[in-house]
């Protein structure tokens, strides 16, 4: 089997939800790290509002990651879509595998 065309919605939306688990694991350490710099200089008179910008990332970069990726997606899909018209797609091979039986 070949893959010719995917769909250019359904694989930005992939791309975004993938896009956001990424930005939401690195927004975590970034937190952590935030948040352990914090506690070191507490009693060097750090800011306190400095440990916020650390969660900010929490919310900030999974929007950031999931709307690039999104966009990102999109435009690999479509170039994908185009090209495989030129150079053929993908090609991939599949197995039908039967049930299992729950004698087995």
Do not use: W
Request: glycine share 16%; no cysteine.
């Amino acid at each position: 089997m070949v893959l010719r065309s995917v769909g250019v919605l359904s694989v930005g939306k992939i791309s975004g939800a993938i896009g956001v688990f990424i930005g939401l694991i690195f927004g975590f350490f970034f937190a952590m790290l935030s948040a352990a710099g914090v506690a070191l200089k507490q009693g060097n008179g750090a800011p306190i509002p400095a440990m916020f910008a650390g969660i900010g990332v929490l919310i900030i970069a999974p929007l950031f990651y999931g709307i690039f990726m999104f966009i990102m997606g999109i435009i690999y899909a479509a170039i994908y879509n185009l090209l495989a018209g030129f150079v053929g797609g993908i090609e991939m091979d599949f197995e039908r595998r039967l049930p299992i039986s729950p004698t087995n």
